[in-house]
């Protein structure tokens, strides 16, 4: 079953997707409604990640106790005083760990070239040797931890299984050309009230992985990038989770999926808290387009196969270069440096905040 949450003053629907029929047990209930329910939320992830890749989804699998939960123990920490929060920033991985990133406490806003006007904590999976945690709030660990296990055993295989026989692949081709999890990323963000100098909550990006699963909360401020060059809202959802396409997906699908340009513009009246779950994959692997998808033909390839180390550097040279939101553009165009000449993946040109 599906829904739309529409903001009045805007002409964008977003797609609200009901996955409850995913969670059904054969027998039941009447298996031919469920069944059709079932095609019905496909029809529609794919249309929304054909055109502007990000959708809404409840009855996810994560309980809504868990997830006020969750966003009530970060904003617990991150109202904590600056230099127990600078206890817990990144530390080296332990030897012969495998880590997505250094995890822990950082205030972005406060660097020196600040481009998000937010701090955020970053985990990693359980065991993966770089995380820190705070023992203050004590509870936070378990509660983070718990929320983890939810998006990596439930909500983020079946949203894989739904990209998968979205695009009319092989049944678990997708898990099985990304079976490994320790590289998944959790964060937890605090965005700040804007000032005059920082209205950026968050730069203007696409997120370079499979795709990401966000829990936002009341307030508002996350923005997609339309194909005329317009920002449109994500009105939240209460206990809903918004997901995005990722760059990856994207080459994945040669192109028929299409990762999606969005940024936070930074409340005015009052703080802005969000849960960002990445699904991500390791540095070595061959990310290319799928044969079943090309036919085996590299005529119908809209993109060159490159390592995916290779892809995250060639990010980070951008990021270093484009330090004005108004440079958005060149970072998020990355991927094009990997289509080839035929079939370039154009963006709109983007604009900053108001």
């Avoid at 002409?11 to 027998?27: A, Q």
């Avoid at 817990?88 to 822990?104: I, N, V």
């Avoid at 006007?117 to 705070?134: C, D, K, L, Q």
């Amino acid at each position: 079953m599906a829904h739309h949450a529409a903001d009045p003053n805007q002409d964008h629907d977003f797609e609200v997707i009901d996955l409850s029929p995913f969670f059904t047990t054969p027998g039941a209930g009447d298996d031919l409604v469920v069944a059709k329910e079932k095609e019905e939320a496909i029809r529609r992830i794919r249309e929304a990640c054909s055109d502007s890749g990000m959708f809404l989804i409840v009855n996810h699998g994560i309980p809504a106790e868990v997830l006020d939960e969750t966003l009530a123990v970060a904003r617990e920490f991150f109202a904590g005083p600056d230099e127990e929060k600078l206890k817990w920033s990144p530390r080296p991985p332990e030897p012969g760990a495998a880590a997505t990133m250094p995890m822990g406490y950082v205030n972005q806003a406060a660097m020196e070239f600040a481009r998000n006007n937010s701090e955020v904590f970053s985990m990693g999976p359980t065991g993966s040797g770089s995380a820190v945690y705070p023992t203050d709030p004590t509870r936070f660990r378990e509660v983070m931890e718990r929320t983890f296990e939810y998006f990596v055993k439930t909500v983020a295989p079946l949203i894989e299984t739904l990209i998968n026989d979205a695009l009319g692949l092989p049944p678990d081709l997708l898990h099985r050309y990304n079976s490994e999890r320790q590289w998944d990323v959790m964060l937890a963000y605090h965005y700040f009230k804007s000032t005059e100098s920082k209205k950026v909550g968050s730069f203007p990006h696409k997120d370079p992985n499979l795709f990401t699963v966000l829990l936002q909360d009341d307030v508002g401020g996350l923005e997609f990038l339309r194909g005329d060059g317009r920002w449109i809202p994500v009105s939240p959802v209460p206990h809903s989770l918004v997901v995005n396409v990722g760059d990856v997906v994207q080459v994945l699908s040669n192109g028929e999926f299409k990762s999606v340009a969005h940024r936070v513009v930074s409340p005015r009246e009052k703080d802005r808290y969000s849960l960002a779950f990445g699904y991500q994959i390791g540095g070595e692997k061959w990310v290319e387009p799928f044969a079943e998808l090309t036919g085996e033909s590299e005529a119908m390839n809209r993109f060159q196969g490159f390592h995916y180390h290779e892809f995250l550097q060639l990010l980070g040279e951008n990021y270093k270069l484009h330090l004005d939101p108004n440079d958005a553009f060149a970072i998020m165009d990355v991927v094009n440096h990997y289509a080839l000449p035929a079939s370039p993946v154009n963006l709109p040109a983007a604009t900053a905040p108001n």
